[in-house]
Structures are given as C-alpha cells and as structure tokens.
C-alpha cells in the first residue's frame, strides 16, 4: 500500500499580536496564591435559595467557558440556561425518575457504599429550587450549509475543560453550583428540543445556597497525593 500524502493548505485564519500581560515573578505568586484561596472555598451544594440572580452574570460566566481550548476550535458545546418553573419541573421529574432506576438497581453495591457517606438519594429538588439550570451539551458533529454532517474533534476533552472554566467563573462570581449527571439524560434533547448531535453532557444547577446549607465534612488531597514531578 502506498503512503498517503496529505495536503496541508496554508491558514486561512489572519494573525493578530498576542494580548497577553506578563508579571513580575513575586506579582505571579501572589496572584496563583490567591486564587487557589478563593477557588478552594468551592463546595458542590445541595441546598439553594429561590433567590434571583441577574441573567447578565449567567451570560458572562458562559462567555467565560466559551474561552477554552478546543479541538480544531470548533467549540463543540452549547449550554442551554433554564430559568422557567414548568421546564425545570419537567426535568426534576425525569431526572428523579432516572435517579429511583439507579439507586433501587443499576448502582452496584461498591458504588452505593461510596455514595452512602455524602448522604445522596433520589430526590432532586434543588432543580426546581434553584432560579437556573445549565445543561451542557456536547456537540459530537456539525453540519455544513450544505446540511453535511463533519466531524468535530476531542469532544469531550473539549467541553470537559468549559465545563471546568464555568464552573469556576459561577463561584468567582458569588454562585454556588451543582454538577449533576443522572444516566442517561436523553430526556434533556427532548424537553430542551436539542437536535440528535448534541449528547447531554452535564447539568449544573447554579445559584445562592440557601441559608441554612450544608455541606459533608470531607477534605481535599494534599499536594503530594496529586502530583509527580521529574
């Protein structure tokens, strides 16, 4: 078999100098410092407040998750931001009804155990409590002007990472968040009327906790347990 050759045009994206503000190394520290003393005040929350957040810092922390790398820049995400009373009570509905399946039989015995300490069960009512709901979606292909399907690149490493971003941009704001994942959620194309390419990847509840939240008792990793360095 002879070697395929692969033809490589040149960029059609124009060059702009690079906007980028560079530091002192002390200012460096600083800055890393605190923002991993702001960032490890995050806590996933189960309790919200009904209270009303302005849709603008919604808007604004999703411009923030629009800004990570992606494959081959082709942003393959898009976030659905739910706010009316009738959606958010049909997905808790769906949601719920997905969640009984997995805690009474699909959950093994193994994953239950490791669930049981954080005090987890079937019932989601901070998806209706919380003034919104965020469902990402991931974006497995596109589809030309042309109506041709093309393929889109590191997918879920992609909205991994603006996932990542958002959720942090929601607790920089003032927000608390939750990430929250019950399988399968196919139930998300149909209520938020999203098209077959776009695979529910996550569903973040986003808003103040309520005044009387809790949250487990349980620490982070030290440095050690989570790096290597050669």
């Not at 093309?150 to 958002?166: C, D, M, P, Q, R």
């Not at 399968?184 to 390419?197: A, D």
Request: hydrophobic share 35%; aromatic share 10%.
């Amino acid at each position: 078999m002879k070697d395929r050759k692969i033809s490589i045009s040149p960029a059609q994206i124009p060059t702009i100098p690079l906007d980028f503000q560079e530091y002192p190394v002390k200012e460096m520290q600083r800055r890393a410092l605190e923002y991993y003393e702001k960032i490890k005040q995050r806590r996933t929350v189960r309790d919200f407040s009904v209270r009303n957040v302005p849709v603008d810092i919604i808007e604004n922390c999703l411009r923030t998750a629009d800004t990570a790398p992606n494959g081959a820049n082709q942003h393959p995400w898009h976030f659905v931001v739910i706010s009316d009373p009738e959606k958010k009570r049909q997905i808790r509905v769906a949601a719920e009804k997905e969640e009984h399946e997995f805690y009474t039989s699909r959950a093994s015995s193994e994953w239950l155990e490791a669930l049981a300490p954080l005090g987890t069960d079937e019932n989601k009512p901070f998806l209706e409590t919380a003034p919104y709901l965020i469902a990402i979606f991931a974006k497995v292909y596109g589809i030309n002007e042309q109506g041709k399907r093309f393929k889109h690149y590191y997918v879920n490493e992609s909205v991994g990472i603006a996932t990542g971003l958002l959720i942090s941009a929601i607790h920089n704001s003032g927000l608390a968040s939750l990430a929250h994942t019950p399988s399968p959620m196919g139930f998300l194309n149909k209520i938020l009327w999203r098209p077959e390419q776009e695979r529910p990847f996550l569903l973040l509840v986003v808003g103040y906790p309520a005044d009387n939240a809790k949250v487990p008792d349980i620490g982070r990793k030290t440095l050690d347990e989570i790096s290597t360095y050669f």
